[in-house]
Each structure stands twice: as C-alpha cells, then as structure tokens.
C-alpha cells in the first residue's frame, strides 16, 4: 500500500524510531524574503517548494524551498516563519495569485501563506482527512478527501467552507478522492484507497455524473494538451483485502470521458505518479525507475529514461515547466530527512538535496 497516509503502513512502522531525534522545543521566528535566501543579490523569481509529509501521527511535516539558479534549500521554512509546527502529513500544495496552499492530511487544515516570506495569512478547519485543492474561481474550490465521502466546496477568499459533494456509490466502498483535473465545466478525480474509479464531476451543479474504471488503485492525474487524462495504477499490494493485479498505464479521452487506451505492466511493478512537462506533451511516470514517452505514442518506452540506481522507492516526482528538468524525491527509510535529486532534460544529475522527513510532492513557484 504505497501511496498513503499515503503509504501509511510503512510510515506508521517507521515513525517509532524517530522519536528520539524530534525536536519539540520552542520555535523562533524568523523573517524571510525571497532574495535574501541563499548567496548572491539577484532575485531569480523562481523557486521550488517540497512538502515533507512527515510520519503519520507525530506532526513532524515541513515545507522547504528550493532556488534552482543559486542551488540552495531552505527547510521548515513554514515554522521558522511562523513559530509554528506544519502539522501532521503534509499532503499537497498548489499555488494561486501569490498565494500558497498547503493541504496537512491529518491535521485537517489548508494553510495559505505568502509565497514570498513563508508567513501564513488564513487556514481552513473543519475537515476529515484533506487531500488536494482545485480552483475553479478566487471564490470556489475542491478539495478531496481520503476518509470523508465528499469532497468539500470552500471559498477561499473567506477560508470557509460552502458546501460538499456527495461521492457515495450505493452498495459499495465509499471511495476516497484524490488529485483532480479539470477539462471543460468538468473536474475528473481519482479514487486511488482499495478503488478503481475515476470520479467525473459536473462543476455547474457540484455532483458526480459519472464514475470511469480503470485497473485497482490509480495514484494520480495529469491531462495533455490534446484532450487526454493520464493516470497510473499501483495495482494493490501483497495482502491486501482489495487484491492484487498488474499495475498500469490508463489513457482517458477526456471528451467522451471513456478510457481509450490500457498500457499493462508486470505483476509486481512498483509504479506510481505520472506528471507532463510545460508544453504538456510529453509524460513522465514512475515504474521503477522513470520513465518518458510522447503523449501521442500507442506503445511503452523500451528503455527508462532515468535509471533507479539505488534500489530505493522514487517517493515523488516532478518536471519543472521552463526547463523541463526532473526532479525525484527519496524517502529513504520513511525515518530520516529525505533527499531530492534534479535532473537535467537529458537526464544529467544537476544538483541533490537534503529536505525534512518523507518528501512527498513539490509544488513549482
């Protein structure tokens, strides 16, 4: 079960160990400003934010930043600025007009901050288990839940919550939701927990209006500049109540919201994430190792594009949209600060970082 609380079990299991070298003392404030971070005058205007989700339970996520150009991170950048603790597991974060929207799973809060000195400005209380945010306007947002059977309607001018959608499918396990895109007046989710279900929403009415099935347990969403909705399947775990299968690649047309082609991998592949460059053509996704192909190509890459030298689980992955460039993170053992490592677009290792615990998903200023 990778992907939890994204892959909770293995987190909880994991976090024991690391009591003993958390620190939960006093937190002093700092000030921050974008061009005061790392060496050199020159404001650069771009930057990288990780969320480290931390381990389930003991509120040691953080956020860190990176500036691409000078080569220097920043970590618990949210609590040095703020005198306060992240909280715990940091899922996502999108940004939107200067604003940046930090989704703490099990803390049940959204925080927004100034993306340029790290300082908070609102939060958003009252939910189950928050997963992702989606703009539909300054004044209307989704935001998916793992546990709770709808997903919340917030305003997020006045950080408060509007309404909810039901997600409930008679006779069935209630599905979670998770990342979202948007095509059209219609937001599409998938519903990654013991399911294989991508929900379609209808964003003029708030209502589910149709559910597409995929292979068990897609992880994510991404849609190219030709009308397509790609997602990933882990294909379940050893064990697990839901069963088992070969993992996949699932192509939907997000037109005829139908799936329009089914890229099979092996039993026992260890795949997730999928995510496009700028130009939204070309993909990138995890199996193993990394792995890129033209959007419009009916077969798999014959060889990875980036090779998983280490044996370790790729825990996130991205592809900054100027420059191509990738970069995956390494959660090591779940207990220790985790490691990010950038690629150049011809797959080059340009820079590695040390961030906080569990990096997870990244977030591009």
Known sequence: ???????????????????SCMDYGPIEKEDFEIDNIGSGDEVTGKGLFITNEGNFMYGNASLSYYDPEKKHVENEVFARANAIKLGDVAQSMVIRNGIGWIVVNNSGVIYAIDINTFKEVGRITGFTSPRYIHFLSDEKAYVTDLYAWHITIINPKTFEITGRIDVKIP?????????????????????????????????????????IEVGKQPTSLALDRFGKIWTVTDGGYPGSPYGQEAPGLYRIDAATQRVDRAFMFRFGDRASEVCLNGTRDTLYFIKDHVWRMDVRSESLPEKPFLENMTGNYWYGLTVDPRTSEVYLADALDYVQPGWVFRYSARGGLLDSFQVGIIPGAFCFK
Do not use: H
């Open 1 to 19: 079960m990778f992907n939890g609380l994204k892959r909770g079990i293995v987190i909880c299991a994991c976090a024991a160990l690391a009591v």
């Open 171 to 211: 006779g069935k396990n209630q599905p979670s939701t998770e990342q979202m895109v948007q095509y059209g007046d219609f937001v599409f989710t998938n519903c990654w927990s013991y399911d294989n279900k991508i929900l379609v929403i209808d964003t003029r009415t708030d209502s589910v209006v149709k559910y």
